[in-house]
């Protein structure tokens, strides 16, 4: 029953490079090495190929913020790490989905994750509520929002896109919106 | 004192690293100056920074979407986990369930048949084969000093485990009787109506006709007069009046009935079926007409409904006797041609037949 997931794997230390470049191509590269074997886990224990999808994806999310955050030690291989993470996370939808979870087919060796994923979960809450927040604040703010703190582009372009006489009232326009940007997501 | 406005725009020009000069060194004058003002700029760069979380995660989301969708799927799927057939992923998702439902209905089956006495009855046959078994005394220590004591001349002291019936084929000492009444014995013995026992020899043996023919070996056993009755060859006809002679107890007892079908039990034409009452130990007793002549062997009878017993007919006997290698006998097996009952009333009949017929004692 058990069959190893085969393809070229990119050493752990040039992802680890890549993901603090933004590099996508590594983001490529991870995704194709490591997502056959999160597939595998999933159809094996109850779930379908969008299962897979959240689950992988969420996992790569966990390790781009572990990585980031600048605390990430190669004491285990990556994927063992993502593999953790995604087993830990299924096993969570399955108990959500109230679906047995007696014994659960596994396909690789686990390391222990559980503070990774309460780190995750943490930052996932506040996405939640940031996406919430911006979603309320309507547009244009989310836009200028967006643009000025997420893309960085400078206060001169945003007043062309959004037809500002000048710089001075576009960023008295972003000041209100931060404003209310933040009461939205501080309320809640 | 700058205005809120003022101050976010200015923290904003801060972290974005905008600042230069002295505008900068006021800024950080001012941080560490006032400490209100430093919390806000701290505030501030969290909140920032939390924006930008969820920045890179909105776009780490859509490379992967993006990278999601560029691959095959499904090449994937069949790689790392080849679909079963359909019957094979059923039975291995329902087979825990199958396995339960199973065990309960077999336990429920098993339960019902056991509390029915299934079980207890034997199933191969409908039909009861009526060797008799002798319900036999404990044979105790003392009974067998007994024994020893004052030993009968003739025959077993004991009684013996079954019992049939048999009759004289010729007046040599041949004996014919049913071979499930001989089966598996170790020794027979035929006693005759007059309670005298001769040892017996089984010499033919006929599985499939249930025939067995014995020879009497005892040196106390004196030749008798020629037989009263003679071996019908052609078949008995429906209706005909029949009697049987036979040791259901220890003592003959008459049965009398006819011939109600011409075969026997699922349509075996080895046999009649007959309806006589007939009991365990009746087996292997003569069946024979008005005429006194032998049409069959009682050999069995029909469970669970009455008035259904089965003789097996008569020809069959006479092949079997033919059967017999004559040159392994002894003394010459000579069938009977001459009948000496007809006419004579039944209870003439039977006391001429008597001697003929012998109890069959298996041990």
């Not at chain 2, 004591?149 to 485990?161: I, R, T, V, W």
Request: aromatic fraction near 10%.
């Amino acid at each position: 029953m058990k069959k190893e997931v085969k393809s070229s794997v990119p050493a752990d230390s040039e992802i680890v490079l890549g993901i603090l470049n933004d590099s996508k191509e590594t983001l490529s590269r991870l995704y194709i090495s490591y997502f056959p074997m999160v597939l595998q886990l999933v159809l094996k224990n109850s779930g379908n190929e969008d299962d897979a999808k959240d689950v992988f994806q969420e996992s790569v999310i966990v390790l781009y913020n572990k990585v980031k955050a600048g605390n990430f030690e190669l004491n285990s291989k990556l994927k063992t790490f993502l593999y953790s993470v995604c087993r830990r996370l299924w096993l969570k939808r399955l108990n959500e989905q109230s679906k047995t979870t007696r014994n659960i087919q596994d396909f690789s060796e686990i390391i222990a994750v559980e503070d990774d994923l309460e780190k995750h979960e943490e930052k996932d809450r506040q996405f939640e509520l940031m996406e919430s927040a911006l979603i309320q604040l309507g547009e244009p703010c989310k836009t200028i929002i967006e643009d000025y703190y997420i893309h960085n582009r400078s206060m001169q372009e945003i007043c062309e896109k959004f037809g500002y006489t000048n710089a001075d009232n576009a960023k008295t326009q972003k000041y209100k919106c931060l404003q209310r940007l933040k009461k939205l997501f501080f309320q809640t | 004192m700058k205005s809120d406005l003022e101050l976010t725009n200015l923290i904003d020009a801060y972290l974005k690293g905008e600042l230069t000069g002295s505008v900068l060194a006021d800024f950080e004058q001012l941080r560490k100056s006032d400490p209100s003002f430093d919390m806000k700029v701290v505030e501030h760069r969290n909140f920032i920074l939390n924006l930008s979380d969820y920045g890179s995660r909105v776009k780490l989301s859509s490379d992967m979407n993006a990278i999601h969708e560029s691959l095959d799927i499904q090449a994937i799927k069949d790689e790392v986990a080849p679909e079963a057939p359909k019957l094979r992923r059923l039975w291995k998702k329902y087979r825990v369930n199958t396995a339960i439902a199973a065990s309960v209905a077999f336990i429920a089956v098993s339960a019902t048949l056991l509390s029915t006495g299934y079980f207890s009855k034997s199933i191969s046959t409908n039909v009861n084969l009526l060797r008799r078994e002798i319900n036999s005394i404990k044979r105790s220590q003392n009974a067998l000093i007994k024994n020893i004591n004052d030993k009968p001349s003739k025959g077993p002291a004991d009684p013996g485990e079954f019992g049939g019936t048999g009759f004289a084929l010729s007046s040599n000492g041949y004996v014919v009787t049913n071979f499930h009444v001989v089966k598996g014995a170790d020794s027979v013995y035929v006693q005759n109506s007059e309670g005298e026992a001769f040892k017996v020899k089984l010499i033919y043996i006929d599985p499939a006709y249930d025939l067995a023919v014995l020879q009497i070996t005892d040196p106390s056993f004196e030749k008798l007069a020629s037989l009263p009755y003679t071996f019908k060859k052609a078949a008995s006809d429906v209706g005909e009046d029949v009697f049987t002679i036979g040791f259901p107890r220890d003592e003959q007892v008459l049965g009398k009935g006819y011939v109600s079908a011409k075969n026997g039990y699922a349509g075996d034409t080895v046999a009649y079926q007959v309806s006589i009452p007939v009991n365990p130990g009746n087996s292997g007793g003569p069946l024979l007409d008005n005429r006194g002549n032998v049409i069959g062997i009682i050999n069995g009878k029909q469970a669970l409904l009455d008035g259904a017993a089965f003789a097996i007919k008569s020809s069959f006997i006479l092949k079997s006797i033919e059967a017999i290698p004559q040159d392994s006998l002894d003394e010459k097996l000579v069938v009977n041609k001459r009948n000496t009952l007809a006419g004579l009333s039944r209870k003439d009949q039977f006391k001429k037949l008597e001697p003929y017929i012998y109890m069959v004692k298996v041990y």
